[in-house]
């Protein structure tokens, strides 16, 4: 059964730094592209960050300089270091693997980020 866990999302101020995780099991993590996406009320999903097996990193331009994206293959998980959070980052983040050999597409069930000004 294939699943993605995330967690480390809550409340901080603007400013501040938050760093997610996302757990998964059920398939082979290493081959996976992994990726967080985030969903802000009233908007749609928009993608924020991607790291390949090879850890190759990709951000969206309104991230870039300020979110890490890494991975641990041992630990099958993936993170998301966010420093100088704004408010317009507050969203609901989703955890994604997408495989590159089998084109399946996994999500989690995504984590509350709120940055208060």
């Known amino acids: 059964q294939v699943q993605l866990v995330e967690s480390g999302g809550g409340l901080v101020q603007s400013g501040g730094s938050l760093r997610l995780s996302c757990v998964a099991s059920?398939?082979?993590?290493?081959?996976?592209?992994m990726r967080w996406y985030r969903q802000a009320p009233g908007k749609a999903r928009e993608w924020v960050a991607a790291?390949?097996?090879?850890?190759?990193?990709d951000y969206a331009d309104s991230v870039k300089g300020r979110f890490t994206i890494s991975r641990d293959n041992a630990k099958n998980t993936v993170y998301l270091q966010m420093n100088g959070l704004k408010p317009d980052d507050t969203a609901v983040y989703y955890c994604?693997?997408?495989?590159?050999?089998?084109?399946?597409?996994?999500w989690g069930q995504g984590t509350q980020v709120t940055v208060s000004s």
């Open positions: 790291i390949s097996p090879g850890d190759n990193e």
């Open positions: 994604n693997a997408y495989g590159l050999l089998t084109w399946q597409n996994y």
């Open positions: 059920g398939f082979t993590f290493r081959n996976y592209r």
